[in-house]
């Protein structure tokens, strides 16, 4: 696999031209594309011309920036000036978007090349993609298997080899599942540290963008460039991007690991194993392992099939058939409404949209969305007491690795367990991140998750780089 700091540092000396990496990037897309359907679009022209572009800058000694000519995937609900912008629904058919995402501009200024928006999961709303109306996207390991989602476009098309960095979304665990089932390094970062002005809403106190990568230290060159401050998203943290890079080679001697004693059940036994190789490999390397209780973490799950789909219903009322893609003509106002989003919306969606209006009506705001409120507030006082003992925590990131085709999707339940362990930071806002650590059950790739406190990516970091050195 190629590096994307090598990528970087061979275009910005001169020794490898932006124009063929990006010609071997689609050489490669065009070899499995077909297979795996990472890609909703690939924009091969402006890729071209962003490439001899940034040729041409460093041929006249201009200074480029530290992603020079890397080709970067996105997440198709990332806002791209004058490219479609799906999100893999049929309601917004036909729109482009008037402007580009912060994360969009942050990444052309540091000389990154976009050259392909990927596949999810409708609005971001699944575990495998399978809820995409464009069909789903295949996990490079075993084509028979999903990639995990709701970002499973960005994780496969870097486990393809087709980019070296991708940008994911994650609201309950999109970005870090996926990663996990498909073997690469996934990064959901502290809420606020990345802007989110361009990202089409899902549930928007939980969003959060961040990076996939084949390895911890382009993961950390990726967050740093999309990391900081942005007047345009309120939420937005003020203080600057955080520097990983540095800290890779620190080590994890003296550092504490919590490992959660109350962990729910249903992880299966050969994800456990890697977890439990992970301890060793950090109490080798001079870590500590600390046992810390995380008592409301069971009732996490449930508040947040409560609060997203609350935010989302809120959220999904702009696409009316008025302001964005499909219309659907009908005598009235109102039905024209209904039959847009009718027509619009995939059940997946539409599931999410009744029960997030159900848990806002009179009668049982409190009863369902105040309560969820309360068990959010418990989860962040649960780890603020875990963070006393501890530096990081350690989880698996998944409770099995990648499953088959149609093996969930008539059961939503067994679909929403996928994310029993990564729900929990995104309620609590914390970051945290998904590490290949081994493979599991038909040799399939393991992921260890690296849990930290709001704004501890610094630390998160060095333990995620240190069980990347250990396997
Ligand atoms: N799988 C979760 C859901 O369907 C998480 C999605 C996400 O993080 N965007 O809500």
């Given amino acids: 696999m190629q590096k994307l700091v090598d ?24 070899t499995r594309e077909s297979e795996i359907h990472a890609f909703n679009c690939v924009t091969a022209d402006q890729a071209r011309q962003d490439a001899a572009n940034i040729d041409a800058d460093v041929k006249a000694g201009k200074k480029v920036g530290v992603l020079a000519g890397v080709p970067i995937a996105l997440k198709d609900n990332m806002c791209t000036r004058g490219v479609a912008t799906t999100c893999s629904s049929k309601i917004l058919e036909g729109w482009k978007p008037p402007y580009d995402a912060t994360v969009v501009s942050k990444l052309r200024a540091a000389g990154a090349i976009i050259i392909g928006k990927t596949n999810l999961d409708e609005f971001a709303m699944g575990s495998s993609t399978e809820n995409s109306a464009f069909g789903p996207t295949k996990n490079p390991h075993d084509i028979s298997r999903v990639p995990g989602g709701s970002s499973g476009g960005s994780a496969a098309a870097v486990s393809a080899g087709f980019v070296s960095g991708a940008l994911g979304s994650d609201t309950g665990g999109s970005i870090r599942q996926p990663a996990a089932l498909c073997g690469v390094v996934g990064v959901k970062p502290t809420y606020g540290m990345v802007s989110r002005y361009g990202l089409v809403a899902f549930a928007s106190s939980l969003d959060q963008i961040g990076p996939f990568a084949n390895d911890v230290r382009d993961a950390a060159t990726l967050l740093e460039v999309i990391a900081g401050h942005d007047p345009m998203d309120s939420t937005s943290i003020p203080q600057p991007a955080p520097s990983l890079v540095s800290v890779l080679d620190h080590g994890v001697s003296g550092m504490r690991i919590g ?28 870590a500590t392992i600390v046992d810390i209780e995380l008592p409301s973490i069971t009732y996490c799950l449930t508040a947040y099939y409560l609060i997203a789909p609350a935010e989302a219903s809120s959220n999904l009322a702009r696409y009316d058939g008025v302001r964005y893609g499909l219309r659907i003509d009908s005598p009235d106002l109102n039905a024209m409404y209904a039959a847009t989003r009718e027509a619009g919306f995939g059940d997946e969606v539409k599931r999410r949209i009744m029960l997030g209006t159900y848990a806002l009506s009179a009668g049982y705001y409190d009863a369902y969305y105040g309560k969820a409120l309360k068990v959010r507030r418990l989860i962040s006082d649960d780890f603020a007491r875990a963070y006393k003992k501890t530096d990081v925590v350690l989880t698996p990131t998944t409770p099995s690795v990648a499953f088959k085709f149609g093996s969930k999707t008539d059961d939503p339940l067994a679909m929403y367990l996928c994310d029993l362990f990564t729900i929990p930071t995104n309620l609590a806002g914390h970051p945290a991140m998904s590490v290949p650590f081994g493979t599991g059950a038909h040799s399939l790739p393991v992921g260890v998750q690296v849990l930290a406190p709001t704004l501890g990516e610094q630390a998160m970091f060095r333990v995620a780089a240190e069980l990347e050195r250990a396997s």
């Avoid at 061979?10 to 050489?27: I, K, M, P, R, T």
């Fill in 7 to 30: 990528i970087a540092f061979g275009v910005s000396n001169g020794s490898l031209s932006a124009s063929d990496v990006v010609e071997q990037h689609l050489a490669r897309i065009e």
């Fill in 259 to 286: 490992k959660v004693t109350d962990l729910p059940e249903g992880c299966e036994p050969d994800v456990l194993a890697r977890l439990e190789a992970a301890f060793d490999a950090l109490r080798a390397a001079g």
